[in-house]
């Protein structure tokens, strides 16, 4: 067995790279294209069977247990804050506020909504 150099063993690295590369993207269109298919014909079975989304089990819930799936279309309301870095938190969004938002409110003294 002959010893390789270490820039041979470097090119088929990046050789074998390269191929993992293709392949990879070869699966993914692959994989999109069988979806396609798919759908299409459970769309074409939904159809056929008149199926409703409720026998489905389509529900507008998660399947994760505690996280709910907001209705199409649904956004938070609420005064839009932007950030130093430029990122943006609408008021009335679930969860904390960002910090940058919660340091700059402290800061300018907002009056309390009970007062």
């Given at each position: 067995m002959a010893t390789l150099s270490l820039?041979?063993?470097?090119?088929q690295i990046?050789?074998?790279e390269g191929q993992i590369?293709?392949?990879q993207a070869t699966a993914a269109k692959q994989r999109e294209e069988e979806i396609g298919r798919v759908v299409q014909e459970l769309r074409r079975k939904i159809a056929e069977y008149r199926i409703s989304a409720k026998e489905l089990g389509l529900t507008g819930k998660s399947s994760v247990p505690g996280r709910r799936i907001a209705p199409a279309g649904a956004t938070p309301t609420g005064p839009t804050y932007t950030g130093p870095k430029g990122e943006k938190w609408v008021g009335g969004s679930r969860?904390?506020?960002p910090r940058w938002l919660a340091e700059q409110l402290a800061k300018v003294k907002v009056p309390?909504?009970?007062?």
């Open positions: 820039a041979e063993i470097d090119a990046k050789e074998h590369a293709q392949l969860g904390r506020k309390s909504e009970s007062t």
